[in-house]
């Protein structure tokens, strides 16, 4: 790889943010379209292929809402696929439910109650209280501002089987202040009485999705990088996901000028339907284009909020384990800081684990811990109104759109492809280590943990190979190799193991394919249900061994 591209513009980049501060970008509507056609003509100029793609997707867009406790207003709003109610609202006794735990709600019945809970609105916490009979949720901030979510615990647009999983509730968030009084009456023991009223616009729309790309001369079919992030917003949504768009054009434009020097191509997207429909854009892209992303798509660089005033932590953004020296490389070289790197959440379109492709980033830049309690380190604005053009810090968006620079040119120009299974394997080793010694006289694990040291064999074969000089041919075969590994692996990684229909929303284990050895691992010794537990091992067990002896099969590679 050559030297790294020229620095961002920081002007080009504020142009941009001016721009995206103009709409309110709401999936579906015509504000947000407008937006998408300025992304397309800059696409276009940068010498970009570029196609407008439309497609149906389950929407959800929060109208008014209303509070009354005991008959006095109290400042709130609703959410995202929360249950719109009858104009008259609906009316029940609160009970307080702290932070809306599974524990917090097989505490108390809250069947035909309205749960007071201490956060923000998540889908896990709509999903325990749809299901404990509850009719209403009160969310209470971490302060004065109240903070738009999406609620569904389906990842995607529902269908017929998933459908179900959505919300039974109408969901509002009121303020820090509020809630404390409201805590307090509950706590001794006064049991209010509140009135909520949602009026909520969920269905199917039409949403957007624009495919850029630009590939090596003469090489239309080669294998790509795919660059994605959200351009739907919450209000104007100038940093979430303003900031991101802007480092993406930028990347782009830069990108494109050392083009001869690219191995792969490049595939950018912006999707819509993240914040009103859990993703909807990115999931249906994957399954519309499943076999197109299988057989070429080598990796996936999602960006997000970029460019923030005060976020000056660089090195906690969520990277899989065999991408995490990439990441490393490029904070280090950009910001002087050490990027020990995260596991991914359940969260910024990632929506490709299941056919296989190793994923980067999401939020890069993070605000220093606070001392309050928050879902998010993106700063207090985010997904409130006041996201504007203010909290944007130009240094900042520059810093963060030249580590994106920096990952998009190795991932495009490296003769051989930086996937590090020998991380992978370390990680996958550790977290069996500690489930075996749970499991001792119960299931044999010896072949599985024998089969991931042979995968860190194979593994580190490659990367000698690859850290020598190696012709086109050879290279080719490796990066082949590397992609069909990836198939295999990172499903084990990041999904409970069905590749072509997308886990829910809802907060994941690590590992969780491995779910099975968990659940018996857990269970005491001599429990009378061990019998049954240990067939689900079983399976769990010879599924991982079976998946560990297929990737060292396809690594199989001699050195030279």
Known sequence: MSDAPRRPDRQILMDHIREFAKRVKLSGTAEELESFRYLERQMASYGYRTELLFHDAYISLPGKAAVEVDGCAIRCITHSMSVPTPAEGISAKIIHVGEGTEADFEDVDVRGHIVLVDGIAT???????????????????????????CVSPVWGSPSQHTRTQLPTTAICTISRDDGEQLRQACRAGKAPVARLTTEV??????????????????????????FSGHHDTWHYGVMDNGG??????????????RRDEWRRGLRICFWSGHSHGRYSGSAWYAEEYWDELEQRCVAHVNVDSTGGAGA????????ID??????????????GQIHRGRRHGRAADQSFWGIGIPSMFGSLSHQPPGPVKMLTALGWWWHTPHDTEEHIDPANLQRDTEIILRVLEELLSSTVLPLDYTAYAASLR??????????????DMNAVISA??????????????????TDRTQAEIINDRLRQTSRLLVPLNYTFGDRFHPDSALP????????GLRELAALPEGHADTPFFAVHARRTRNRLLSVLRQACAVLALEGP
């Open 201 to 226: 616009d969920t269905g199917w729309r039409k949403t957007p999705i624009l495919v850029a790309e630009l590939f090596p001369a003469g090489r239309p079919d080669a294998p790509f990088v795919l």
């Open 452 to 469: 991931v040291e042979e995968l860190r064999r194979r593994a580190e074969t490659i990367t000698n190979i690859a850290s020598k000089e």
């Open 322 to 335: 065999e991408l995490k020296a990439v990441a490393a490389r490029a904070v280090e070289a950009v910001a």
């Open 508 to 515: 994941h284990p690590a590992w969780p394919s491995l779910a």
């Open 123 to 149: 889908e896990d916490v709509a999903a325990l209280a749809s299901t404990h009979g509850a009719i209403g949720q009160l969310h209470i901030s971490p302060n004065e501002h109240l903070y738009e979510m």
């Open 244 to 257: 991101a768009n802007a480092t993406m054009l930028e990347a782009a434009r830069l990108l494109a000028e």
């Open 312 to 319: 000056d932590v660089l090195t906690n953004s969520a990277v």
């Open 430 to 443: 550790s977290e069996l280590l500690d489930l075996n010694s749970s499991l001792t006289g119960r299931m």
